[in-house]
């Protein structure tokens, strides 16, 4: 979900849920601590040098009880780290912990914003010398006698 898309979607809410890939929301309680760019510059396992840009949204937990973030305060800090960062209109990555930091992309499902989990990916499959099989195999779940294990 691009950062224009949860603008969009803030403006038409009244609360602001967030909902982990296992059903479970956040507490209503959360802060957003930080609304960020980050760029990523890497070299890839095939020796390409790639670049990628995300907007970061970090979920904070505290014992407030008492705090909760209304959509237009939320769309506030989003403004002013647009105008600040000279942020652009990215993909959204959540950062939330539970037990270590984790990091989701982010959804909506009409009520509530969703954690979406993130896999990690082989950016040069056809540069590292994996036999297309073994490709096909880490892709789909390996059943016994299949041959990917």
């Known amino acids: 979900m691009k950062l224009s898309e949860v603008k969009n979607k803030l403006s038409q809410l009244e609360n602001i849920a967030f909902q982990l890939p296992n059903g479970t929301l956040v507490p209503n309680h959360f802060h957003v601590t930080e609304v960020g760019k980050i760029t990523k510059h890497f070299i890839d396992c095939g020796g390409t040098e ?11 937990n505290a014992n407030d009880y008492d705090h909760r973030l209304h959509p237009v305060k939320l769309l506030n800090i989003i ?24 990091k989701f992309g982010l959804d909506f499902d009409g009520t509530n914003f969703l954690l979406t989990s993130k896999q990690t990916d082989c950016l040069a499959k056809d540069k590292c010398d994996i036999p297309e099989e073994k490709v096909q195999a880490t892709t789909n779940a390996c059943t016994p006698g299949g041959g990917c294990c």
Not at 90 to 97: D, G, K, R
């Open 50 to 60: 790639r670049t990628e840009e995300v907007v970061n949204f970090q979920l904070w």
């Open 79 to 102: 403004e002013l780290s647009e105008k600040v960062l000279n942020i652009p209109d990215a993909e959204i990555e959540v950062e939330y912990q539970a037990e270590t930091i984790g």
